[in-house]
Every structure is written in structure tokens, then in C-alpha cells.
């Protein structure tokens, strides 16, 4: 199954696919079957749970609640608040 879920065009069309990322974005840490791959919703890159405990509102997705994000798109999306 591909992360990559829905047709073209959908919500998660820019999501990095995961065969092409057998480690996290951020950390490095390398993902087996307990070390499990999370999207960013906003950015669409893979990473480890730890690295995506964020959550916030992700307009492109139509998401009013908060949803899984990077640490980086919840800085981003925080300091556009402000």
C-alpha cells in the first residue's frame, strides 16, 4: 500500500511516497516494522512518530482541526497566526 492515498489530485497527492524513504526526515532513524513512517500533512515528507507530535489546522487539506505536522510546518504555521 502506498502512503500516497486517494486519487490524483487529492488531499495527500504530495505526500513522498514510502518505499523512497526508509528513514525519518528530521532524525535519521532508519523505519522497520515497530519504527512506523508518519506524513506531514503539511509538507507531505516521512518521518518517525517523535518527529511528528506536532499537530495543527492544514488549510491545503481543508483540515480545521489539527492534524499530524512536522516540527518545522508547526513553527511555520504557528508564526503565520501571529
Known amino acids: 500500500m502506498t502512503s500516497a492515498a486517494g486519487a490524483k489530485g487529492g488531499p495527500a497527492d504530495h505526500w513522498i511516497r514510502d518505499d523512497t524513504a526508509p528513514y525519518c526526515t528530521q532524525c535519521q532513524v532508519r523505519f522497520t516494522a515497530l519504527e512506523r513512517r ?45
Do not use: M, N, S
Not at 38 to 47: D, L, S, T
Not at 48 to 75: F, I, M, N, S
Open 38 to 82: 508518519h506524513h506531514c500533512r503539511e509538507c507531505g515528507a516521512v518521518f518517525c512518530g517523535r518527529c511528528t507530535r506536532y499537530e495543527a489546522p492544514v488549510r491545503r487539506l481543508r483540515a480545521l482541526r489539527p492534524v499530524r505536522v512536522c516540527q518545522r510546518c508547526h513553527d511555520t504555521i504557528q508564526a503565520k497566526k501571529e
